[in-house]
């Protein structure tokens, strides 16, 4: 069955920065747009990023426009996400979204999730 799993997650001083990873089994992302969400307790899961499947357009939320960088290695089936310049409101669980085939960056068209990694922005 598919699974999506994230990794890289952790402890990051305020202002660090952190690399977080997703992968699949079962399952391929070409021609995939991929996603990125976080949520803490009590609040909705916030949409942040998305990159088209071919990597020539990326979104971002204003959040962490700036700051993140989304980015794949399709030889490798990965999905990346790079956090810069950490704040204390980063403190978060991260989830990565797998869309379906063939659609542009949506936030509300999940297809698959991954379980999520917590991230922890100390100050």
């Known amino acids: 069955q598919v699974q999506v799993v994230e990794s890289g997650g952790g402890v990051v001083q305020e202002g660090g920065s952190l690399r977080l990873s997703c992968t699949a089994s079962?399952?391929?992302?070409?021609?995939?747009?991929m996603a990125w969400f976080r949520q803490v307790p009590g609040a909705e899961r916030e949409w942040i990023s998305c990159?088209?499947?071919?990597?020539?357009?990326?979104d971002y939320a204003d959040s962490v426009k700036g700051r993140f960088t989304v980015s794949r290695d399709m030889e490798k089936n990965t999905l990346f996400l790079q956090m810069n310049t950490r704040k204390p409101n980063d403190t978060a669980m991260y989830y990565c979204?797998?869309?379906?085939?063939?659609?542009?960056?949506?936030?509300?068209?999940?297809?698959?999730w991954g379980r999520g990694t917590q991230v922890t922005v100390s100050s």
């Open positions: 079962e399952l391929s992302f070409t021609w995939r747009a």
């Open positions: 990159i088209k499947w071919n990597d020539s357009i990326k």
């Open positions: 979204a797998v869309q379906p085939k063939y659609t542009p960056c949506q936030r509300l068209n999940i297809e698959y």
